[in-house]
């Protein structure tokens, strides 16, 4: 991302994408993947479940601006290392059945972002385009995962135009 300043009253994070399209970071949030796991550890099923749900949330907070785009996460199947699960995978095959689940492990930062471009996508009486953005990555900011990941999004594909 590059900081651009030459608006007297704004300052913006400016990021061109492969297509040559520019955009504009307008809000970024992040929060912890599993804030809200209380007991146990995450799985396929209830990461599916996670990521499903947080995209609906996220489309419900901004409806006027369409679907959000999720950049598919990391998964795997250690927490910090690997093999870090193995005593638990172990100890969970002595319990029930139905509590058996190979852990399986989202980066632990989940970031929402709102991008704007000056330009609309479709329809040429529109003043510009947004486009909502989820991804997963391991530490608070912006490093370099996203920035590339972020490059590739087909913005006439998913963005959504709109008016002043």
Avoid at 134 to 145: E, K, L, P, R, T
Avoid at 151 to 157: F, L, P, R, S
Wanted: glycine share 4%.
């Amino acid at each position: 991302m590059e900081f651009n300043d030459s608006f007297i009253y704004n300052c913006h994070c400016n990021l061109k994408l492969v297509s040559g399209r520019e955009i504009i970071l307008e809000k970024l949030t992040q929060e912890i993947t599993y804030a809200g796991l209380l007991l146990g550890m995450p799985y396929k099923e209830s990461n599916d479940r996670q990521i499903k749900s947080y995209l609906a949330y996220v489309a419900k907070e901004n409806p006027h601006l369409g679907q959000p785009y999720l950049i598919e996460p990391e998964r795997r199947d250690y927490f910090r290392n690997p093999g870090d699960m193995q005593i638990v995978i172990e100890q969970q095959q002595k319990g029930p059945e139905m509590s058996r689940h190979n852990p399986e492990w989202l980066p632990p930062v989940v970031c929402v972002a709102t991008f704007l471009s000056l330009q609309a996508t479709q329809d040429s009486t529109d003043d510009a385009s947004k486009l909502v953005i989820v991804w997963y990555q391991h530490d608070f900011g912006i490093d370099s995962f996203p920035t590339e990941q972020l490059q590739k999004v087909d913005w006439e594909k998913h963005a959504t135009d709109w008016s002043f």
